[in-house]
């Protein structure tokens, strides 16, 4: 009898099972920290109405690997042949009384009004981000509570209700919505990102108001159609499933540059970019933009309730316990 009972667990194993009910192969793959859908769900509920100047088509949005490659130093060049479909991508992530949706927007190239060689201000690759806070309150999508928007240097903070105070950050005025969409406007040539449109155009440029595209989620990415187009679609794209999966690919001639110690593991804060100034756009978890004394390279995307109770003040309980955080996770 023992040698029968030896046998059938021999051929359990061989036919690719083990006792316990899964094969280490399928533990490994339900413990990778997939997004829930309720949470992608969340982000398209609320993915942003993007107003972007433009000028030229420099300033449409489009995905990293519009040329059809992972490689930083080649973007600038191969603009005009890329392919300029809208891609938007984005982040949730939660814990026990808020979310955090995090939108990145990537352009091949940051320039200027003035010829490049000229105004030395250009630089290859561009992704500048924005994020809204949702509160708990038992309903399926919750409550938004402050947009955040990063400009170049600095990052802005909008209230959406009157639960959010400055904190570390002044209130740059009340976020605005279409319907339960946050509205951002971002600039041309520069791409930076405001929750209100005064300071779209620098008042010497002479384009107006109408030179922009509109942008909305779709669930296909479009080329718009010219300049201007009022309804382009985009598509959202996880950071997690793609940009973040590249997060080892460091160096000349790769995806990213610049490594920086976060908590002890090594990350690269930019994009790899040659032309022009080199190694200029950040990723969404290399931003130091406005972290003070109290945040470090990073917290504003990788540790989000932290920096966000560092850049506001809020009425009632902000938990810093993660449910859901993939980021922090794979670092552990």
Same mark, same amino acid.
């Given at each position: 009898?023992?040698?029968?009972?030896?046998?059938?667990?021999?051929?359990?194993? !061989? #036919?690719?099972?083990? +006792?316990?009910?899964?094969?280490?192969?399928?533990?490994? &793959?339900? %413990? @990778?920290? $997939?997004?829930? !859908? #309720?949470?992608?769900? +969340?982000?398209?509920?609320?993915?942003?109405?993007?107003? &972007?100047? %433009? @000028?030229? $088509?420099?300033?449409?949005?489009?995905?990293?690997?519009?040329?059809?490659?992972?490689?930083?130093?080649?973007?600038?060049?191969?603009?005009?042949?890329?392919?300029?479909?809208?891609?938007?991508?984005?982040?949730?992530?939660?814990?026990?009384?808020?979310?955090?949706?995090?939108?990145?927007?990537?352009?091949?190239?940051?320039?200027?009004?003035?010829?490049?060689?000229?105004?030395?201000?250009?630089?290859?690759?561009?992704?500048?981000?924005?994020?809204?806070?949702?509160?708990?309150?038992?309903?399926?999508?919750?409550?938004?509570?402050?947009?955040?928007?990063?400009?170049?240097?600095?990052?802005?903070?909008?209230?959406?209700?009157?639960?959010?105070?400055?904190?570390?950050?002044?209130?740059?005025?009340?976020?605005?919505?279409?319907?339960?969409?946050?509205?951002?406007?971002?600039?041309?040539?520069?791409?930076?990102?405001?929750?209100?449109?005064?300071?779209?155009?620098?008042?010497?440029?002479?384009?107006?108001?109408?030179?922009?595209?509109?942008?909305?989620?779709?669930?296909?990415?479009?080329?718009?159609?010219?300049?201007?187009?009022?309804?382009?679609?985009?598509?959202?794209?996880?950071?997690?499933?793609?940009?973040?999966?590249?997060?080892?690919?460091?160096?000349?001639?790769?995806?990213?540059?610049?490594?920086?110690?976060?908590?002890?593991?090594?990350?690269?804060?930019?994009?790899?970019?040659?032309?022009?100034?080199?190694?200029?756009?950040?990723?969404?978890?290399?931003?130091?933009?406005?972290?003070?004394?109290?945040?470090?390279?990073?917290?504003?995307?990788?540790?989000?309730?932290?920096?966000?109770?560092?850049?506001?003040?809020?009425?009632?309980?902000?938990?810093?316990?993660?449910?859901?955080?993939?980021?922090?996770?794979?670092?552990?």
């Amino acid at each position: 009898m023992k040698n029968v009972v030896a046998f059938l667990v021999a051929l359990l194993v !061989a #036919s690719g099972f083990v +006792l316990l009910g899964c094969s280490p192969r399928a533990q490994e &793959q339900s %413990a @990778a920290p $997939d997004m829930p !859908a #309720s949470l992608e769900a +969340l982000a398209r509920h609320y993915a942003p109405v993007i107003i &972007q100047a %433009a @000028a030229s $088509d420099q300033d449409f949005i489009t995905a990293v690997n519009f040329d059809g490659d992972w490689v930083g130093s080649n973007n600038w060049e191969n603009q005009p042949a890329g392919d300029l479909s809208a891609h938007v991508y984005f982040s949730v992530i939660e814990t026990e009384t808020h979310w955090y949706l995090f939108y990145s927007l990537f352009h091949p190239r940051d320039y200027t009004y003035d010829p490049c060689a000229e105004s030395n201000g250009c630089h290859e690759n561009d992704l500048e981000s924005l994020e809204l806070v949702v509160a708990k309150d038992g309903s399926l999508y919750g409550h938004p509570i402050a947009l955040l928007t990063l400009a170049h240097s600095h990052i802005y903070l909008y209230p959406v209700d009157q639960t959010v105070k400055a904190g570390a950050l002044k209130m740059a005025g009340r976020a605005r919505l279409e319907g339960e969409h946050p509205v951002v406007w971002v600039q041309a040539f520069g791409h930076g990102i405001y929750g209100t449109p005064g300071i779209m155009w620098p008042a010497r440029l002479l384009y107006r108001v109408r030179d922009r595209v509109v942008y909305r989620v779709g669930e296909q990415a479009e080329v718009p159609a010219g300049i201007p187009d009022e309804d382009a679609r985009y598509q959202l794209v996880s950071i997690y499933e793609t940009l973040w999966q590249h997060r080892t690919e460091m160096g000349p001639g790769r995806l990213f540059d610049q490594p920086f110690n976060y908590h002890g593991h090594v990350l690269p804060a930019t994009l790899d970019g040659g032309n022009w100034q080199p190694d200029k756009a950040n990723t969404p978890w290399g931003y130091n933009q406005e972290i003070g004394e109290t945040l470090l390279r990073g917290d504003f995307f990788l540790d989000p309730a932290k920096a966000f109770s560092y850049f506001a003040t809020v009425e009632g309980y902000l938990s810093q316990r993660y449910l859901f955080n993939p980021y922090l996770a794979d670092l552990q």
